[in-house]
């Protein structure tokens, strides 16, 4: 066990850990079984004991990351996803519902893109969609470098400062760190849910009855 830590810190603090999370955070953002959260909050654990790697530069390698991803994942949308929509039948489910997420993206993308960062799945969801109704590139950038910004800020944040708290047992920060952004991205996941159901209530009883 102790081997395998020494390597995993050997790893961490070295200058390749900041090209790796570039990797891994852009892999994510359109493969989202890749943990990049883990990734970047145990390096930000093992920075805040020792200063390697620095924490300044792993934020910005996360956000970095990030953001390629996520214009990886757009330009997807954009190519193959946008055809596809075309080609739906005009009275289809599938179209209304692309008809739909069009007309939501339009009015609230840049909200829905910065939320859908600290929803593992959400964000690749968000952002193929977001291409494959061609949202506009120029908007596209701006919001997902403020929402990959915050993110990195955020799991760079919670590592760092768990790392301070388990300073003597790295272990239990980056696994307090890990918990806490699990937490709260089931938080958001919940209020999303039931604002949701809240509106579709809402939306039921402004309905005229059935005669």
């Given at each position: 066990m102790d081997g395998v830590l020494d390597l995993l810190r050997e790893t961490i603090t070295s200058p390749w850990v900041y090209l790796i999370l570039v990797g891994v955070t852009a892999l994510d953002a359109f493969f989202p079984?890749?943990?990049?959260e883990a990734a970047v909050i145990t390096a930000a654990v093992v920075s805040a004991g020792g200063g390697r790697p620095?924490?300044?530069a792993v934020v910005a390698?996360?956000?970095?990351?990030?953001?390629?991803g996520d214009h990886i994942s757009y330009a997807i949308g954009r190519g193959g996803g946008a055809r596809r929509l075309a080609r739906l039948p005009e009275r289809s489910r599938r179209r209304t519902g692309s008809e739909w997420a069009r007309r939501a993206v339009d009015r609230r993308g840049g909200?829905?893109?910065t939320t859908a960062r600290y929803i593992p799945g959400g964000r690749t969801a968000v952002t193929l969609t977001m291409g494959a109704v061609r949202y506009p590139r120029r908007s596209f950038l701006l919001f997902d470098a403020i929402a990959a910004s915050t993110w990195?800020?955020?799991?760079?944040?919670l590592g760092y400062f768990g790392g301070l708290a388990f300073e003597r047992d790295p272990i239990k920060g980056v696994i307090a760190g890990v918990g806490l952004a699990v937490a709260i991205t089931l938080g958001i996941e919940a209020i999303r849910v039931l604002r949701h159901r809240v509106a579709a209530r809402r939306a039921a009883a402004r309905r005229p009855p059935a005669r």
């Open positions: 079984a890749v943990p990049s620095n924490i300044i390698a996360a956000a970095i990351g990030a953001l390629i909200v829905i893109l990195a800020v955020y799991c760079g944040l």
